[in-house]
């Protein structure tokens, strides 16, 4: 049960950063009119909160456990 909280809660953190990110999300490439450093919400807390908050899937062991696959 905790690794489920563990994962939903940085799914959560991706989606709220994804969404705070706002007219500054795009491709890597691509070239932006006035672009902003965004400093706020969850990027006060960490510089790419997306990544940070993708990353709870591998540490998140419910999938690994039920015989998925995943463990192998």
């Known amino acids: 049960m905790r690794s489920i909280a563990f994962f939903a809660l940085g799914l959560g953190f991706a989606i709220w950063a994804h969404g705070h990110i706002g007219r500054n999300r795009g491709t890597p490439m691509t070239r932006k009119i006035e672009p902003e450093l965004v400093t706020s919400g ?31």
């Open 42 to 72: 969850p990027y006060r807390l960490v510089r790419h909160p997306i990544y940070s908050g993708s990353w709870s899937r591998p540490w998140a062991p419910p999938w690994r456990s039920a015989g998925s696959g995943w463990s192998s």
